[in-house]
């Protein structure tokens, strides 16, 4: 057996993919549209200013295509506050108007891939510039107003590739090549890593932004010809959007 990476877990992490019944929208009296919506409104704000939990981050995107119009991320300290953020939506009547056409559950993970050092040493005594690195992946801030990339991935366990029978320092290796594909994008694309190992169907929740579409294009296209994507990577469906603001619900149904 090769010796699996030591890993370190933040916060929990929920994508809430809807749909919105548009036949059904358009069908409702103005006063029902309008409760919709002030309830919408009031929980996303609620929500992104973290009121349920004693800290966190939520985001509501604007998702384009059939899988989803709309799409609710939470991160929180722990699984149970994040099902309750998942609850309460169900309880606002804007919650009537959608359906939760798919979801995916996970929790930020950095790994021994990042820094052995973290891993091995003390950890009151590592560099302070490596411990605000990796605090940014455990408990990431989500940037504003920027477009959005998620899906989810796995390693894969073939015949002839597979990642699990790697030794450790040869998937160290490979990592190394893939951070430095990575580091090329810094200012231009944040990620959110996230292991749903247990939690999910695939094994890591890959969550992208960008203040410019063609970034997320050009990072994962880049990303396939690195060998741990190329011989090793495995994807799930792929979804984009852009952030909005939660007052700007009232834009989103109108138009
Ligand atoms: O911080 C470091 O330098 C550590 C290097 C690093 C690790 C360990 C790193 C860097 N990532 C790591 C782990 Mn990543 N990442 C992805 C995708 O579409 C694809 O082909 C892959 C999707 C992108 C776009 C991306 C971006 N990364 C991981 C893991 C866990 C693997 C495991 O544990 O086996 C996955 C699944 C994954 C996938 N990665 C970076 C980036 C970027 C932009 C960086 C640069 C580092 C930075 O600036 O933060």
Redesign the pocket.
Same mark, same amino acid.
């Given at each position: 057996m090769s010796e699996p990476?030591q890993?370190d877990e933040g916060w929990y992490v929920l994508h809430d993919l809807r749909t919105v019944d548009w036949n059904n929208w358009r069908a409702a009296p103005d006063h029902e549209r309008e409760r919709a919506v002030r309830e919408g409104v009031e929980y996303l704000e609620a929500h992104e200013s973290v009121s349920d939990a004693s800290e966190g981050a939520s985001a509501v995107f604007s998702m384009l295509g059939h899988k989803a119009d709309l799409m609710i991320l939470h991160l929180r300290p722990s699984l149970d506050d994040l099902s309750r953020a998942e609850r309460q939506f169900e309880r606002t009547a804007l919650a009537d108007f959608t359906e939760q056409t798919t979801s995916y559950v996970s929790v930020t993970?950095?790994?021994g891939?990042?820094?052995t050092d973290y891993f091995d040493g003390n950890k009151d005594e590592i560099d302070a510039g490596l411990r605000r690195?990796i605090e940014g992946?455990l408990e990431p801030d989500l940037p504003e107003d920027e477009y959005v990339s998620f899906?989810p991935?796995s390693?894969r366990r073939g015949e002839t590739h597979n $990642?699990y029978d790697l030794s450790f320092d040869q998937?160290a290796d490979l990592?190394?090549e893939?951070?430095?594909?990575?580091?090329q994008?810094?200012g231009k694309?944040?990620?959110i890593?996230s292991?749903s190992v247990g939690f999910d169907d695939y094994? $890591?929740g890959?969550t992208?932004f960008a203040a410019n579409p063609t970034d997320i294009k050009d990072?994962?296209y880049e990303?396939?010809f690195?060998d741990?994507?190329s011989k090793y990577?495995e994807?799930g469906p792929f979804y984009i959007g852009r952030r909005f603001p939660p007052h700007d619900l009232t834009a989103f149904f109108a138009g």
């Amino acid at each position: 057996m090769s010796e699996p990476p030591q890993t370190d877990e933040g916060w929990y992490v929920l994508h809430d993919l809807r749909t919105v019944d548009w036949n059904n929208w358009r069908a409702a009296p103005d006063h029902e549209r309008e409760r919709a919506v002030r309830e919408g409104v009031e929980y996303l704000e609620a929500h992104e200013s973290v009121s349920d939990a004693s800290e966190g981050a939520s985001a509501v995107f604007s998702m384009l295509g059939h899988k989803a119009d709309l799409m609710i991320l939470h991160l929180r300290p722990s699984l149970d506050d994040l099902s309750r953020a998942e609850r309460q939506f169900e309880r606002t009547a804007l919650a009537d108007f959608t359906e939760q056409t798919t979801s995916y559950v996970s929790v930020t993970e950095v790994s021994g891939y990042v820094s052995t050092d973290y891993f091995d040493g003390n950890k009151d005594e590592i560099d302070a510039g490596l411990r605000r690195y990796i605090e940014g992946k455990l408990e990431p801030d989500l940037p504003e107003d920027e477009y959005v990339s998620f899906y989810p991935m796995s390693k894969r366990r073939g015949e002839t590739h597979n $990642w699990y029978d790697l030794s450790f320092d040869q998937r160290a290796d490979l990592m190394a090549e893939h951070g430095a594909t990575g580091k090329q994008y810094a200012g231009k694309i944040k990620q959110i890593i996230s292991s749903s190992v247990g939690f999910d169907d695939y094994e $890591w929740g890959v969550t992208l932004f960008a203040a410019n579409p063609t970034d997320i294009k050009d990072i994962v296209y880049e990303m396939r010809f690195d060998d741990v994507s190329s011989k090793y990577g495995e994807f799930g469906p792929f979804y984009i959007g852009r952030r909005f603001p939660p007052h700007d619900l009232t834009a989103f149904f109108a138009g």
